[in-house]
T-cell receptor
Framework: NAGVTQTPKFQVLKTGQSMTLQCAQD?????MSWYRQDPGMGLRLIHY???????DQGEVPNGYNVSRSTTEDFPLRLLSAAPSQTSVYFC??????????????FGSGTRLTVV | DAKTTQPPSMDCAEGRAANLPCNHS???????VYWYRQIHSQGPQYIIH???NNETNEMASLIITEDRKSSTLILPHATLRDTAVYYC???????????FGGGTRLMVKP
């Protein structure tokens, strides 16, 4: 099925551990991004990419790294997990860097708990 | 992003129209207004967007005032499955970065 696939769906980490959240889309979308959503809050942009090899920071980038080696994949790396990074993480993609004609497609999320 | 203001919550009876307002008084001439919704624990879902003309699709209608300082999302016949948080967004640069605020929590009641 076409769409944005996020793995894993759930993850528990210990403080200080590192891990990579995976995001893949099969719609040939140029634009991909990562958001986090804390309980009862709106979404906050972490990092985004307007194409392979191009990434930039969003509103809350500290503690996270990204890379975009292919159009399809946009992994998010937690360098040294902290309890403050407990959140739900959403990946989103769009056909082009301009969403004038196209909305964003979101994945189903990764629920991360850092203990 | 232009700042948007939405009521924190609204109720609507099942089968009736749900009218969700959004104030974006600082919007600039080239900023579109986008609406997304988030059903509990799921990823946000794109609904509709517009610049200055009213828009309609299979999900909803978007009414934008002539001065573009506010808009209303209309769900013509709300169902229980429309219970969700609805976000109104007016991003810069034609939507390169979306900023989600608190949104409106719509509760559709039987």
């Amino acid at each position: 099925n076409a769409g944005v696939t996020q793995t894993p769906k759930f993850q528990v980490l210990k403080t200080g551990q590192s891990m990579t959240l995976q995001c893949a889309q099969d719609m040939n979308h140029e634009y991909m991004s990562w958001y986090r959503q804390d309980p009862g809050m709106g979404l906050r942009l972490i990092h985004y990419s307007v194409g392979a090899g191009i990434t930039d920071q969003g509103e809350v980038p500290n503690g996270y790294n990204v890379s975009r080696s292919t159009t399809e994949d946009f992994p998010l790396r937690l360098l040294s997990a902290a309890p403050s990074q407990t959140s739900v993480y959403f990946c989103a993609s769009s056909y082009s860097r301009s969403t004038v004609r196209y909305g964003y497609t979101f994945g189903s999320g990764t629920r991360l708990t850092v203990v | 992003d232009a700042k948007t203001t939405q009521p924190p919550s609204m109720d609507c009876a099942e089968g009736r129209a749900a009218n969700l307002p959004c104030n974006h008084s600082t919007i600039s001439g080239n900023e579109y207004v986008y609406w997304y919704r988030q059903i509990h624990s799921q990823g946000p879902q794109y609904i509709i967007h517009g610049l200055k003309n009213n828009e309609t699709n299979e999900m909803a209608s978007l009414i934008i005032t002539e001065d573009r300082k506010s808009s209303t999302l209309i769900l013509p016949h709300a169902t229980l499955r429309d219970t969700a948080v609805y976000y109104c967004i007016a991003p810069e640069n034609a939507g390169n970065m979306l900023t989600f605020g608190g949104g409106t929590r719509l509760m559709v009641k039987p």
